[in-house]
């Protein structure tokens, strides 16, 4: 079984202590010289300028060990011994650390267009079990804390809701408890959910260095030739969302033709006028200035992850 933290991921939210200011690029920075531009014909692994700042996949594997240890052990003190894995966010911190890739497989638009694609669902009950019976939702409670929103009015301050096995059950649960332990002595160890803060600082810089790369000239071209490409088979769209976020698309729980027509024709466009190519030189360039502009603060996210990894080796030995 895996869980997902209670708090999701937002980019916009849980900022580390002493980040100021939008996050984005300094306006008096000038304009940024984006390098050469390559021609790669599939998912490159260039190592992008955050890599710097965050863990690599044998530190994450040992976190994810780490954490994965703790939460069992907070489970067996309420006497759940189902044994569980721990949410990683490995997958989105190698997304921060290198290379450019395209949002499906050309077979992936071909079945579901711009619909998300079937995953094993993370956070499902052991074999055998029912995903809503009280064993599972018992574990669900004291992973993640009871619901921090005020009781109703007239409500019992505790109760059922908020104990298991006669055990009082406090805000956060096991996971809140797990990130306090593996967060101590890191610069967002104040932080509600010290994980997550470090990781919505790296998104929204991010985000905020990919806002300003789509202003570029090379950028714009080549999204101008994209929507060239679209509009002769047949699809008026202006930018890469618009094509993947039209409404037409929510209206059924599964692609249609047309849908899969575009997204299938979405992915041939951006081969033809190198979205892979421009998009990585665009980005490496925006992330730089990103990366001088908010040095202290991507300094505070590494030392953030570096008091994890070695908190995660203590839990290691002591397990």
């Not at 240890?69 to 989105?92: F, K, P, Q, V, W």
């Not at 509009?231 to 930018?239: I, T, V």
């Not at 925006?286 to 839990?315: F, I, P, Q």
Request: some cysteine; overall charge positive; glycine content about 10%.
């Amino acid at each position: 079984m895996r869980y997902r933290r209670a708090s999701l991921v937002a980019a916009a939210l849980g900022l580390l202590a002493g980040c100021t200011g939008s996050g984005g690029p300094d306006p008096a920075a000038g304009a940024v010289a984006v390098g050469p531009v390559a021609t790669p014909s599939g998912p490159t692994a260039t190592e992008m300028p955050f890599a710097a700042f965050v863990p690599g996949d044998r530190e994450l594997a040992a976190v994810q060990r780490a954490e994965s240890a703790l939460l069992n052990a907070c489970l067996a003190e309420y006497g759940l011994t189902a044994r569980i894995t721990a949410h990683s966010d490995a997958a989105l911190l190698a997304d921060l650390r290198r290379g450019t890739t395209l949002p499906r497989t050309l077979a992936e638009a071909a079945a579901h267009g711009f619909h998300n694609v079937p995953r094993p669902a993370d956070g499902a009950a052991p074999a055998g079990r029912a995903a809503d019976g009280p064993e599972q939702r018992d574990r669900l409670l004291v992973l993640n804390g009871p619901d921090p929103r005020p009781a109703p009015s007239g409500a019992p301050a505790a109760g059922p809701d908020r104990e298991v096995n006669g055990r009082a059950v406090p805000r956060g649960g096991c996971a809140g408890r797990t990130e306090r332990t593996l967060a101590k002595g890191s610069p967002a160890e104040r932080a509600e959910h010290p994980g997550n803060s470090a990781l919505n600082t790296l998104l929204r810089l991010r985000s905020a260095a990919w806002a300003e790369g789509a202003k570029d000239p090379a950028y714009v071209a080549m999204t101008g030739a994209w929507s060239a490409c679209m509009r002769e088979a047949g699809f008026s769209y202006a930018s890469f969302d618009a094509a993947a976020e039209d409404p037409a698309w929510t209206r059924t729980a599964k692609a249609g033709a047309r849908e899969r027509a575009a997204a299938t024709t979405d992915l041939r466009c951006r081969t033809r006028v190198n979205y892979l190519g421009v998009s990585e030189a665009v980005h490496l360039a925006y992330e730089k200035r990103a990366v001088r502009d908010h040095g202290a603060t991507l300094t505070s996210v590494k030392a953030h992850y570096d008091a994890v990894a070695r908190n995660a080796s203590k839990v290691s030995k002591d397990s």
